[in-house]
Every structure is written in C-alpha cells, then in structure tokens.
C-alpha cells in the first residue's frame, strides 16, 4: 500500500502524450496590443454607436436636469467632482498665504473653546485644519457635523501656526490650514 501512495504524485506530474504536443505554435499566448485610453474610448464609442445603430428601436435619454447654481446647500452636500490643488502632507512653510483644496479622510475631531480642530489625512500625511465660528459659520457648521472617517474636501488659506501649538513631531506641525469652505462626502474608506 506505502508502494502505491508513494507512486501517486509521480503519475501526477508525469507528463502525458496529446495530439497537440507536436504542434507547440498552437499554445502560443494570444497578446492584445496595448492601447492608449484615447484609442481605447474611441474603440468604446465606435462599437457603441455600431450597436444602436444595428437595433431596430431608439433609446430616447433624457437631459439631466441642471442644478440651480444660487443654491449653496446643493453644492455643499453633492458628490461632484472636486479637484485638489495640494495633498495634506506635502504643505510646507513655503505653502504660507497660498490657497489650497485638499481632500482626505477627517483623524481627529475636537472642538476647544470655540475653535474646532480637524485633522484631514491622505496617503501623503496629515495636516491640521481650523475653523472659527465667527468668521466662516457655514463651514464652522458642517464640520461640527462631521465624524471619524468621512471624506471631506476643504479648501482653505495655509498659515503658520501659533508658537505655543507647533507640533515638532508631525511633518506638517508648522502650518495649519484656516478653513473658510468644506465640502463633505459622507462616504467611507474610499481611495483619495
């Protein structure tokens, strides 16, 4: 019986005569051509259009509506595209009095006084945002609503920091970011 276990993962690897091992162009691997996203859409659309083309019925789509654009609640809590100007942990003391939009996932929230702190992270770091009810109440107000782990987009004038609040131990702990916009998301674990 130990003979016959013995033999059995040779017979297994042994290899087997076909009518194909003549024949070797056959198991050639089939390679597409690489495509450039330009001539890839472009294939896309032309065999979307051939395939309307060919049916018998028409699709009738409608327009999409267009959103009022005098309405800032809309633009606050609608998922459009928000493209960033910086990532959170590449701001540095040059970045100070530039205008930046970053977007990331809120890693801290805390309100001191009347000043809330947000810590905004995405895979390059994590920077500091503040926001003063007095100044800006609409942003003052969605960030009091947010939780650990939204994705959010900010956008905001970077400044350094007070001396008593540096952070020596963050890359980004000489600047903070003053957050007179946000938008948030409301999504979870989404790659930024």
Aim: with cysteine; aromatic share 6%; charged share 20%.
């Amino acid at each position: 019986m130990s003979l016959l276990l013995r033999s059995l993962p040779a017979v297994a690897l042994r290899a087997r005569s076909s009518v194909l091992t003549p024949l070797p162009l056959l198991f050639l691997p089939f390679r597409r051509p690489k495509l450039t996203p330009s001539e890839l859409l472009r294939r896309r659309a032309f065999s979307s259009v051939s395939a309307s083309a060919s049916s018998s019925e028409t699709l009738s789509v409608p327009a999409p509506a267009q959103p009022s654009s005098s309405s800032a609640d809309t633009n606050l809590n609608s998922l459009e595209w928000v493209s960033r100007t910086a990532f959170c942990g590449e701001l540095s003391e040059p970045d100070v009095g530039r205008r930046v939009r970053l977007c990331g996932w809120v890693a801290l929230h805390r309100v001191h006084g009347g000043l809330t702190f947000l810590s905004l992270r995405d895979h390059t770091g994590i920077v500091q945002v503040t926001t003063l009810p007095d100044d800006f109440p609409e942003a003052h107000s969605v960030v009091n609503d947010l939780r650990l782990e939204y994705v959010i987009a900010v956008e905001g004038v970077v400044r350094l920091r007070p001396i008593e609040s540096i952070n020596k131990k963050m890359k980004t702990g000489f600047i903070e970011v003053n957050l007179p916009l946000a938008f948030c998301y409301i999504l979870r674990h989404v790659y930024l």
